[in-house]
């Protein structure tokens, strides 16, 4: 067993248990690819500045690259007593290459160097999940605009309020993802910022150039003080926090896909390959994606409190407690990566049964408003016109009538100012279409939502493709 590397001020070796309880390694290897990558930026840099020799810089680069090559054939085993993969990949050069590969970790501390590997697999991290946001909101487009002619009931209190079409339902949620994407966008800025050159807390006596590294690596930054920078966790934070608000959307349609798929509402069938049977019950067809994805959103809600508490009252600058905030934020990445990309599939493998969200859209008097809305066109006080109908409402229950059903003599009963023409009101396409103010349901608002989404979709396609062609091209590591 190699010694490790800070072995020197001890007398006695590290007690089991402790190496166990303490290392890192079983979950920050998957930070293998962006520890080398920073290592080759910081290796060139010390060679830059003179710290280092080129030739040893060449040399190290060398081998971190076979290195890297050794990981990925699962020919470097990861073991407890490495600690970290930050100590496993110093060990290796050291054994490849020898008393050199020891200049690697000049000016440098594995406290700034974890928030280096971090903040680039973050950035691929925020890349990624945009790049499947996309994706997802495409989706939705195009499912409204293929059912823009659909009405459904639109609910409060999941009672039945007024028709709306299930395009603008849809569109709904694309103004959600958007939204989600603006915050991951964001946290971006935020996230790509060059840490390295912090080393323990203070700084180093070595004259580095940050800037150099900064620039190798695509930061078009680097971080202002040291001992903020070993300690900040805020950019993790804002991810989990943008992580938990998607997830509360995800669950929200998933929530709607599994009430919409009962018998009792019987709006949609999800297609067999994205659902499961019961091993008891032979007739079973169960909405387990939808409900696996509400399930979810629980644990990223949870890494979003693990992260705040782990920082809450910690005093700077770096402590240990903080290799704790790497669970949550992979756990959260892995959860948001694999649900946006499955919801994006599983959204064209649902069949709307249009004829009965419009017959269920019939129902529960939804068209009271637009009784009302056609008194106060008549010149009726809104407060006097909703109290009327309300009225026809329970005379309707009363006696198991339709609002459509009721004759004019009926209607007249409870208000004067209803005439013929009010039937053409109790229409539902007319009601929907007549919501024509901006944001609202007619067919002519929901269209120009639809393209104006599509036109901002396209920009965004072409943004992020250039922003983040970098990064576009590695996947996170999982
Ligand atoms: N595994 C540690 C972490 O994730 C590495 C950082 C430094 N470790 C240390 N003992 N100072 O935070």
Redesign the pocket.
């Known amino acids: 067993m190699a010694e490790k590397p800070w072995q020197g001020r001890f007398d006695q070796p590290t007690n089991k248990l402790v190496e166990d309880y303490s290392a890192?390694i079983h979950f920050?290897s998957r930070l293998y690819r962006y520890d080398i990558e920073g290592s080759i930026a910081h290796c060139r840099m010390l060679a830059e500045c003179k710290i280092i020799s080129h030739d040893e810089a060449s040399l190290i680069v060398g081998h971190l690259g076979e290195i890297q090559r050794e990981i990925e054939r699962g020919k470097l085993p990861m073991e407890t007593f490495q600690?970290?993969i930050?100590m496993a990949i110093e060990q290796r050069l050291i054994q490849r290459v020898g008393e050199v590969g020891g200049k690697l970790h000049t000016a440098r501390?594995?406290?700034d160097?974890?928030c280096l590997d971090m903040r680039l697999y973050m950035r691929d991290v925020l890349c990624q999940t945009r790049a499947l946001l996309l994706d997802l909101q495409k989706v939705l487009v195009a499912l409204a605009e293929q059912n823009l002619d659909v009405i459904m009931p639109g609910y409060t209190h999941l009672q039945h309020a007024q028709p709306v079409l299930l395009a603008h339902h849809l569109m709904a949620y694309y103004e959600m993802f958007e939204r989600d994407d603006e915050r991951f966008a964001d946290c971006f800025n935020r996230t790509n910022v060059f840490p390295l050159g912090s080393a323990a807390l203070a700084g180093t006596t070595f004259p580095i150039d940050r800037e150099w590294t900064a620039k190798y690596l695509g930061f078009p930054k680097i971080s202002a003080n040291s001992m903020d920078t070993v300690s900040d966790r805020d950019y993790l934070m804002e991810f989990a926090a943008a992580a938990a608000i998607l997830m509360t959307h995800v669950s929200r349609i998933a929530e709607e896909l599994i009430i919409w798929s009962t018998s009792e509402f019987a709006f949609i069938e999800i297609s067999d390959s994205f659902c499961t049977g019961s091993s008891i019950m032979p007739q079973k067809k169960n909405p387990d994606v939808p409900e696996l994805m509400r399930g979810k959103s629980a644990r990223v809600i949870g890494n979003l409190m693990s992260l705040l508490t782990l920082t809450k009252a910690l005093p700077l600058s770096?402590n240990?407690d903080?290799?704790e905030d790497?669970e949550p934020v992979f756990n959260s990445a892995d959860t948001v990566l694999s649900t946006v990309r499955l919801l994006a599939k599983l959204l064209p493998e649902i069949r709307f049964n249009r004829r009965r969200m419009a017959e269920a859209a019939n129902e529960g008097f939804s068209l009271a408003t637009d009784l009302a809305d056609y008194l106060v066109r008549k010149g009726v006080p809104f407060r006097k016109a909703h109290h009327a109908v309300g009225q026809v409402v329970h005379f309707c229950i009363q006696n198991g009538k339709k609002l459509q059903d009721c004759t004019l003599e009926e209607l007249r009963n409870f208000h004067k100012a209803f005439d013929s023409d009010v039937f053409s009101f109790l229409d539902l396409a007319t009601a929907v279409d007549q919501r024509t103010s901006a944001g609202g349901t007619a067919s002519s608002c929901v269209r120009k939502a639809v393209r104006s989404a599509q036109l901002a979709l396209q920009t965004k396609q072409e943004s992020l493709d250039e922003k983040f062609a970098r990064n576009n091209e590695k996947q996170p590591v999982t």
């Open positions: 890192s920050d600690e970290d930050h501390s594995r406290n160097q974890i770096y240990r903080l290799q790497k």
